[in-house]
């Protein structure tokens, strides 16, 4: 049974240009959360997906961020016009049961976006 | 609101050591708390986790941790520290929708 798979492991994009970070969720799960880490901190949530639904974005940035979870494929984590402090690693994490507090998420191996 | 402090952003001990990671959490009601580790640009890896029940929970490789309630904590123990344990360690607790990170604990393991 396949984890949480993440790609590209490694994204290196210039100011301005666009960012696509893909996840597919473990096999079963149909909740898909993303968090973003930066250098030396912890990470911090940024938006809850469930299958074409966005249930939760108050971590997302209000500019140049969107996520969609669709119906067939990898939910997509866009970033555009980047700019260097969006370098960080972003992570996905997918979970069997969404919301309420039983909340069991299991993360993948994040992309790490260098911004130059 | 939730949210979690580790007081120690950095610990150092002697491989064979025993290890104590600080965690205090702040929560409405009863929580749901992980360890959660990360090895060097690595992914992260669940230790153990807590909902209910028995208040010392056992985890992988070793470790366990202690819910109390009269303290807001969650501390992580070992008692005998690996070279292999040298990691970020992070403890969560879960919101309604997402998880709430504490900034980490860096871990060093000296031979």
């Known amino acids: 049974n396949a984890g949480v798979m993440q790609n590209p492991r490694h994204l290196v994009r210039r100011r301005g240009q666009e960012a696509r970070l893909r996840c597919s969720p473990m096999k079963g799960h149909s909740h898909v959360y993303w968090y973003r880490q930066l250098p030396e901190e912890g990470l911090k949530f940024m938006v809850y997906l469930q299958k074409e639904n966005i249930i939760d974005e108050s971590g997302m940035p209000k500019e140049r961020f969107s996520a969609e979870f669709p119906k067939e494929g990898p939910s997509i984590l866009r970033i555009q016009q980047v700019v260097r402090g969006d370098s960080a690693a972003y992570f996905c994490?997918?979970?069997?049961?969404?919301?309420?507090?039983?909340?069991?998420?299991?993360f993948g191996p994040g992309t790490r976006l260098t911004v130059l | 609101a939730q949210s979690v402090t580790q007081p120690d952003i950095h610990i150092t001990v002697s491989e064979g050591a025993s290890l104590e990671l600080r965690c205090n959490y702040s929560y409405g009601a009863t929580p749901y708390l992980f360890w959660y580790v990360q090895s060097p640009g690595q992914g992260l890896q669940l230790l153990l986790k807590?909902?209910?029940?028995?208040?010392l929970v056992q985890g992988i490789k070793g470790f366990e941790a202690e819910f109390k309630r009269s303290q807001s904590s969650f501390n992580l123990r070992k008692p005998s520290v690996h070279w292999s344990d040298a990691a970020e360690y992070f403890c969560?607790?879960?919101?309604?929708?997402?998880?709430?990170f504490g900034t980490g604990t860096r871990l060093t393991v000296i031979p």
């Open positions: 994490a997918s979970s069997r049961i969404g919301g309420g507090d039983y909340n069991e998420q299991f």
């Open positions: 807590y909902f209910s029940g028995d208040t």
């Open positions: 969560v607790v879960t919101g309604a929708n997402n998880l709430f």
